[in-house]
C-alpha cells in the first residue's frame, strides 16, 4: 500500500461498506450511487418495494451489490436488511446514505476521517445547518424535538439526531431490533448508546431542493410512532438504564471516595442532601422489597437530588437490618389495626408470618418509613450545617 493511501483503499482497510436505502427517488438516485462509486465499489443498493422506475435504473449498475424487497415495509427494515447483508459479506463498518439528493456522497471522506480519528468504535452521525435556507421548518422543530428526547434517554447532547447520513459500527449494534420505519433511526442511536457506543455529530452539506426532492416522512402517522417509541424509551430509562449505569458507577466507590465526593464534596445544597438521604431511607424502609433501587434512583433523577446519597441509603435494609425493620414496623402497625401479629425480635421470621399480618405490616412500613425518613433528613441537615460551622 502506498504512503499516502487513497480512499477506496482506507475504505477497503477498514472494511467498510455504503448502503443506499431507496424508495421511490428515482430523479436522484442515479446520481447518489455515482457520487459514491467514485470513492468506493463496495456499495450496497435496498429498493424498498420501489413503484418507478428505480428497478431500470439499478440494471444500469450490475457492479453495484442490489437488495429488490417485493414491498414497501419502511426505512427502518431497509437498512436492517442492508446491515444483515454487509454482515454477511464480511464488513465490520457501513455508512448509510440517503437517496433524495440532499446528502452529498463527496463528505464521505469527512466520514472515514472522523472515524479514523476516534480511535476505537463510533457512532457518527452527519450534522446538518439545519438553519440555512431551504431547510421546511418542521424538520428543524421535529430535530429539536428528537435531539431533546435523545439527550434525556442518553445523557449524550447532539445538534442532529435525525439524519440519515451516519457511520454505524456494526459489530456494536443491538442484535435485535423493534422498529422498521422512520423512528428506528431513534431507536439504534438510543439502543447502541445504553450499549457503551459513542455516538457523536461530523458536520455535513445539505441540499434541499423541492423540484427533486421526495419525502416519504407521513406527519401525524410517523410522528405517533416516534412519539410512542419515545415513551418506551423514557421508560426504560428511568426504570432501567439510568439505574444500572449509576449502579455499575457505585460499586466502583471506595466508602472513603463515597463521602469525600458525594457527601462532603458535592455541590448541593445541604436541603437537597438531606433530602436525598430522607429519600433513601423512606424507599429502603418502605415495602418495595425488589425495586428499591430501580424507585430510588427514578425517583431521584425525577426529582434531580443526588442520586449518590439516595441510592446508599436506600441499602438501609440490608439483612442484619431485617428483623429491627420488620419488628418496627409491626409495631407502628399496630396503632392502627389490631395487633395480630404479638411479634418480638426473638420470634422467627418467616414469609407466611408476614404474610398472615400482611395489613399490620404494610401499613406500619409506611409510617416506620415516613418518620425513619424525617429523622434522618433532618439530622443529616444539621450534621451538615455544623460540620460546615466547624471548617470555617
Not at 439545519?130 to 424535538?145: C, I
Not at 416522512?217 to 415513551?231: C, E, H, K, M, Y
Not at 428511568?238 to 444500572?244: A, F, M, N, V
Not at 425480635?345 to 406500619?364: E, R, W
Request: proline share 5%.
Amino acid at each position: 500500500m502506498s504512503a499516502n493511501p487513497s480512499i477506496s483503499e482506507r475504505i477497503e482497510t477498514h472494511k467498510l461498506c455504503v448502503i443506499i436505502p431507496t424508495y421511490n427517488n428515482h430523479k436522484t438516485l442515479r446520481r447518489v450511487i455515482d457520487g459514491v462509486l467514485k470513492y468506493t465499489q463496495n456499495c450496497i443498493v435496498v429498493n424498498d418495494g420501489s413503484t418507478d422506475t428505480t428497478k431500470e435504473i439499478l440494471s444500469a449498475y450490475p457492479q453495484v451489490c442490489q437488495i429488490h424487497l417485493p414491498e414497501n415495509k419502511g426505512k427502518g427494515n431497509a437498512l436492517q436488511e442492508g446491515f444483515r447483508k454487509a454482515k454477511d459479506l464480511d464488513y465490520r463498518y457501513v455508512i448509510t446514505i440517503d437517496s433524495d439528493g440532499q446528502h452529498f456522497p463527496d463528505d464521505i471522506p469527512v466520514f472515514l476521517d472522523n472515524f479514523e480519528d476516534s480511535g476505537k468504535d463510533v457512532l457518527l452521525i452527519g450534522s446538518r445547518n439545519m438553519n440555512q435556507d431551504g431547510v421546511p421548518k418542521k424538520s428543524s422543530f421535529g430535530n429539536k424535538f428528537s435531539n431533546f428526547w435523545f439527550w434525556f434517554e442518553t445523557g449524550i447532547q447532539l445538534e442532529d439526531t435525525q439524519s440519515g447520513y451516519r457511520l454505524y459500527p456494526l459489530e456494536s449494534l443491538p442484535n435485535r431490533f423493534f422498529t422498521k420505519k422512520f423512528e428506528f433511526e431513534i431507536e439504534v442511536i438510543v439502543r447502541s448508546a445504553w450499549n457503551g457506543v459513542d455516538v457523536k455529530n461530523i458536520p455535513i452539506n445539505i441540499l434541499y431542493d423541492p423540484n427533486e426532492r421526495v419525502t416519504h416522512f407521513r406527519p401525524f402517522r410517523d410522528f405517533t410512532r416516534i412519539s410512542i417509541l419515545n415513551t418506551v424509551l423514557v421508560i426504560i430509562t428511568l426504570l432501567y438504564i439510568k439505574p444500572r449505569d449509576f449502579f455499575r458507577s457505585f460499586k466502583k466507590k471506595s466508602l472513603a471516595a463515597f463521602i469525600r465526593e458525594d457527601i462532603l464534596a458535592s455541590s448541593d445544597s445541604y436541603t437537597v442532601k438531606a433530602a436525598s438521604i430522607a429519600l433513601g431511607v423512606f424507599v429502603g424502609i418502605a415495602p418495595f422489597w425488589g425495586f428499591q433501587t430501580l424507585i430510588v434512583i427514578s425517583l431521584a433523577v425525577l426529582l434531580r437530588w443526588n442520586k449518590a446519597l439516595a441510592f446508599a441509603f436506600s441499602n438501609v435494609s440490608i439483612p442484619p437490618m431485617i428483623p429491627f425493620i420488620i419488628y418496627g414496623s409491626l409495631q407502628a402497625g399496630s396503632f392502627f389495626v389490631n395487633d395480630s401479629a404479638k411479634y418480638t425480635l426473638g420470634s422467627p421470621i418467616t414469609i407466611d408470618h408476614i404474610k398472615t399480618n400482611i395489613l399490620q405490616y404494610v401499613i406500619g412500613s409506611f409510617v416506620l418509613a415516613t418518620v425513619m425518613a424525617i429523622l434522618f433528613g433532618v439530622g443529616s441537615y444539621l450534621l451538615l450545617s455544623l460540620s460546615k460551622k466547624s471548617s470555617n
